[in-house]
């Protein structure tokens, strides 16, 4: 399956993909079943509450090149099976997902994992790891420049395979917040100032091909999760709001004097 066609390369970053965006996935080894009613959710309510899974792992962007054949290339991606343990507390909702609060049994680490309220395929899925891996990628080149006086990241994700159910792993956050949205509406105040800058970071590093938003997570540890990406490529599901969203993200958002420090 492709996801469509690209003409020009982005400038300044030597990003030349080939004329297919996307090639065959080797997720797609694992079938993702439709569902009302995930596998975890009907053993929880039967009252297991332990799983053995596999966790599939995603190795981190070395460039922007790799966003165009990322997932067909079994090289970048890794398979464990590991035991997790899911609480019986009610999950919590977000606009897109449902989200379950739990334990990895043999590192005892807080986790959550999530899965999309409605049906969904394998290829919504891997939109959403590509957004993160091109989001770490982002801000760790951001982290690199000689002025940021404060470092961010995003949570590392993973993906939960249960009787072919797919489903995201995380590191549980302690504390979240929201800072925009993915159509560049602010909802945090001005401590955030980094994280403007690290949007208008997104937009020239990529010369003005990306912007990364929809940041929220810990805003005083800038510890990030579920970011969005608007893009000229169709890479990054039904979140990426194409060139208006770029437009209206980079419009709401006054270039700060950090961004000025940063030749931004």
Do not use: W
């Not at 966790?55 to 890794?78: A, G, Q, V």
């Not at 470092?151 to 395979?161: E, L, P, Y």
């Not at 929809?214 to 060139?243: C, H, K, M, P, W």
Request: hydrophobic share 30%; aromatic share 12%; net charge negative.
């Amino acid at each position: 399956m492709s996801y469509g066609y690209h003409k020009t390369a982005i400038n300044g970053l030597g990003l030349v993909g080939s004329s297919q965006l996307r090639g065959p996935s080797v997720l797609r080894s694992k079938k993702q079943v439709n569902y009302t009613i995930s596998n975890i959710e009907k053993s929880l309510l039967s009252g297991q509450n332990e799983f053995d899974v596999e966790i599939i792992s995603f190795r981190p962007l070395m460039n922007l090149n790799e966003i165009f054949n990322y997932f067909e290339n079994e090289s970048n991606i890794s398979r464990t099976n590991n035991i997790i343990k899911i609480n019986y507390e009610a999950p919590s909702c977000g606009r897109e997902k449902i989200a379950y609060y739990g334990s990895n049994c043999f590192t005892g680490a807080d986790i959550v994992i999530k899965r999309f309220k409605e049906e969904s395929g394998i290829d919504r899925y891997e939109s959403a790891v590509l957004t993160t891996l091109v989001s770490q990628f982002l801000g760790n080149q951001f982290n690199n420049t000689e002025t940021t006086s404060r470092k961010i990241s995003f949570k590392n994700v993973h993906i939960v395979n249960y009787y072919d159910d797919l489903y995201f792993l995380e590191s549980k956050l302690d504390y979240f917040e929201k800072f925009n949205d993915n159509n560049g509406v602010r909802f945090s105040d001005d401590r955030c100032k980094t994280l403007e800058a690290f949007t208008h970071f997104t937009y020239n590093y990529s010369s003005q091909q990306l912007v990364v938003s929809d940041l929220q997570g810990d805003l005083d540890t800038y510890e990030l999760t579920d970011s969005a990406i608007n893009s000229v490529y169709n890479l990054f599901g039904r979140t990426n709001l194409g060139t208006q969203g770029i437009n209206n993200v980079i419009n709401r958002h006054q270039c700060n004097s950090f961004c000025s420090k940063l030749n931004l």
